[in-house]
């Protein structure tokens, strides 16, 4: 069996929407350890992974490994029913093919029940990258999140560039053009590096698919290197994170 109960729901809407930008169906791992989705973009280009531990549910059951795929745009609108007030329980009705989520009011009591039809798929758990990354930095989502939407006036593809200890984010086209350059305390909350120079482009418009947590989320961690996928890591504010792997630009 499969049951978890997640403290507020109202958070968890937010890991809804993001898995619904992503794709139509979403696959969920349930382990004795945790709770796991692998998502894959139809275009290849994208890799998001939730994981959500054991240890940030009020109250987590599962015996084995489960798994089963929901539609992600009716468990989305389902998640943003879900008030501040609520804990989200999940459960797996395996007999009747059945994932029911049930809002259950921490003042009140009041229970309010959603059911919904998992789907037939077979199990293929996408394998996350095994990539050593020259670059890391992390600063406040707030700080990523005017970035990203700086560079999205700017142009269609972001270049990130590290040297001399500072990060450079570069956008161009049409006339347009958007230049950032950031280090330790200013804003990064931190910057490492076991190289000493990268240099990687990437789609704003993929980039700009990685906002969604940032409702959720206080920090992320941003990892890349020459022309290798960059990742991006949003800590949940309950435990687990989101991980988002990019393909990058490469030049002709």
């Not at 939730?50 to 240890?55: A, G, N, R």
């Not at 230049?179 to 990064?188: H, I, K």
Request: proline share 5%.
């Amino acid at each position: 069996m499969f049951r978890a109960v997640y403290p507020t729901a109202s958070k968890f809407k937010y890991i809804a929407q993001t898995l619904a930008k992503i794709t139509d169906e979403i696959p969920f791992y349930a382990t004795p350890d945790s709770l796991e989705a692998r998502i894959l973009s139809p275009d290849k280009t994208t890799l998001a992974i939730l994981k959500i531990p054991s240890i940030a549910f009020e109250e987590y059951e599962c015996d084995e490994e489960k798994f089963f795929v929901i539609g992600a745009d009716e468990f989305n609108k389902i998640m943003r029913r879900g008030t501040r007030n609520d804990a989200a329980i999940f459960e797996l009705v395996e007999d009747k093919n059945i994932f029911r989520i049930i809002f259950r009011n921490k003042k009140t009591g009041v229970e309010r029940t959603f059911e919904l039809e998992t789907k037939p798929r077979a199990q293929e758990k996408v394998p996350e990258p095994e990539l050593e990354l020259g670059v890391t930095f992390r600063m406040l989502t707030d700080d990523y999140k005017h970035i990203i939407r700086d560079l999205k006036i700017a142009g269609e593809d972001a270049t990130f560039t590290y040297k001399d200890g500072k990060l450079l984010i570069h956008s161009m086209a049409q006339q347009k053009e958007y230049r950032g350059e950031f280090e330790q305390d200013n804003p990064l909350l931190y910057i490492s590096a076991t190289v000493d120079s990268a240099r990687a482009k990437y789609s704003v418009g993929l980039l700009e698919s990685t906002l969604k947590p940032t409702q959720a989320s206080k920090t992320v961690t941003v990892s890349f290197d020459t022309d290798k996928p960059i990742k991006i890591v949003f800590e949940l504010p309950e435990g687990g994170n989101i991980v988002y792997w990019i393909v990058p630009r490469i030049e002709a």
